[in-house]
């Protein structure tokens, strides 16, 4: 657990330092649970938000994009249940004063019982080698068995009690679980409360006129409202899918983890509209689908997980989540659900106005049935930055640290490096990134000496260092410097932008969906 603090704060420390993120309104001590992304980090998240971009819409003729507004008419909220049901269960831990999210405690503890199952089985496959059968050990190991059967009873349970709105039972859950306060130890725990997540905010010139609103909570309301305006204006036929980035606020009772949790976060989702019946094959693609988008960045197939939801919300009929080994442990990355009719049948309700789709190999109407996938940008933003962070020992024993980003997502795609700042070598480099700026984020450095900023530039995360030397101005050669395998060839000045293209393109990368 140490080790994975000190690796967390490693991130933290780093990701300040080279401009990828800072904490908001430092200068007045920061306000809780809320990042500006810095020069870097804007790169690298507009970068994130382009790959999934081009995979969702330019890649699918059936997707197309939109930009909803945040502020919506407050009935939208009351239709979605949000206003009523949008909930997390609180609790308090009267000695350490600190405050949970009483569903996440049980869950970090049914996770523990996970861990104890998961090593038991990776001892046996040490043991017995390539004749070890992990399903036969799983179901008849008894401690496997128990841990997981005790783990999914509940879990079972206290989805249960959450969906029956039986609070007292979640809080006897936790007390027979002996769980205690991660901060004091403590089990002096208050009762279990709701407590709603949406901000408040008012519409007009006067206190006593305006109108009650919100900062939404979830992008997708936006979505179903302009479901018919999207349908008839792009003459689309189901099954087809409206695809969206933006912001969302939600007041976390637990905003922790640097951007994990935040309250102003941004989302990318995709809305996709499906016959009545058609819903679960549909969930099942998308599924698989976004894991492949996920894999394609190379960030390792160990790294992932699916969990499917024990407690479901209550617009859907099937949920996943797609989970991710970040530093604190697998948390969720993506969540995939299938949220029947129940969005454009509330809005039907509480608008008056009828939110079907005509379908003429049918001859019927009917209102659509949705399934989403929707993945926290920020959460997305996290997942690459801290695994791509890493401390290398070198073949002379001395150490390096690189941000190993995919090189896809990297913010700046070249260094451009005069070996002396003299002798028209400045001059040459800042030709070649007169040419390259047309293609690429590119960036100039001629302080320290080369080998302190081949450093700089792999904290940076940059795949490439080109350095100008006194050979250039013979033969037209430049040195390019590979950031994960510090490989350097020689090349010549007008192959350089095709090198970076076969590295850097999102085609490329895209590509490997189909593999």
Not at 27 to 41: E, F, M, P
Not at 216 to 237: C, W
Request: proline fraction near 3%.
């Amino acid at each position: 657990m140490a080790k994975q603090e000190d690796l967390f704060k490693n991130v933290v420390s780093h990701a300040k330092e080279y401009g990828f993120i800072f904490p908001s309104s430092e200068i007045y001590d920061g306000l809780s649970a809320v990042y500006d992304y810095a020069q870097n980090g804007v790169e690298l998240k507009k970068n994130i938000r382009e790959y999934w971009w081009k995979s969702m819409v330019q890649m699918h003729d059936n997707i197309v994009g939109l930009d909803a507004a945040i502020l919506m008419h407050p009935t939208t909220w009351k239709a979605s249940g949000h206003v009523d049901a949008f909930n997390d269960p609180l609790i308090d831990n009267k000695d350490s004063k600190k405050r949970y999210r009483a569903d996440v405690l049980i869950e970090d503890y049914a996770e523990k019982l996970n861990i104890k199952a998961q090593k038991e089985i990776e001892k046996a496959k040490e043991r017995f080698g390539a004749a070890f059968n992990e399903q036969e050990f799983i179901t008849t190991n008894p401690r496997v068995v128990e841990y997981l059967s005790k783990k999914n009873e509940i879990l079972a349970r206290m989805a249960k009690s959450l969906d029956a709105g039986d609070l007292e039972d979640v809080k006897l859950l936790i007390e027979e679980l002996e769980i205690a306060c991660p901060d004091s130890g403590s089990r002096n725990w208050t009762e279990v409360r709701q407590f709603n997540l949406m901000f408040g905010t008012k519409l007009g010139a006067s206190a006593d006129t305006a109108m009650d609103l919100y900062l939404r909570p979830e992008t997708a309301q936006g979505i179903f409202v302009n479901f018919l305006n999207v349908q008839k204006s792009g003459r689309m036929k189901v099954p087809f899918g409206i695809a969206q980035t933006g912001k969302a606020f939600r007041n976390e009772i637990v905003a922790r983890q640097f951007i994990f949790r935040m309250r102003e976060f941004e989302q990318m989702e995709m809305q996709f509209f499906v016959r009545p019946g058609e819903e679960m094959q549909w969930y099942e693609h998308w599924k698989a689908t976004r894991l492949k988008w996920h894999l394609s960045l190379g960030l390792g197939k160990e790294r992932y997980r699916f969990h499917d939801h024990e407690k479901l919300a209550h617009y859907a009929n099937a949920a996943a989540d797609i989970e991710f080994d970040f530093p604190f442990g697998f948390k969720e990355l993506e969540g995939i659900h299938s949220r029947t009719d129940f969005d454009l049948k509330a809005h039907e309700q509480y608008s008056g106005r009828k939110l079907q789709y005509f379908d003429a190999e049918l001859n019927q109407n009917y209102v659509p049935y949705v399934v989403e996938t929707s993945v926290g940008l920020d959460r997305m933003f996290l997942a690459v930055f801290a695994t791509s962070l890493k401390e290398e020992t070198l073949e002379d024993g001395s150490t390096r640290t690189v941000l190993s980003l995919p090189a896809v997502l990297a913010p700046t795609k070249a260094a451009i490096l005069p070996l002396v700042k003299k002798d028209g070598l400045p001059e040459i480099a800042h030709q070649i990134i007169a040419d390259l700026k047309w293609d690429f984020n590119v960036t100039y450095d001629e302080k320290d000496a080369v080998g302190r900023r081949y450093r700089r530039q792999d904290a940076l995360g940059t795949p490439f260092c080109i350095t100008v030397d006194h050979q250039t101005i013979e033969d037209q050669t430049v040195t390019i410097r590979h950031r994960d395998s510090m490989k350097q060839d020689r090349v010549q000045i007008a192959d350089l932008k095709n090198i970076i293209e076969n590295e850097v393109s999102m085609k490329n990368w895209l590509m490997k969906m189909n593999d």
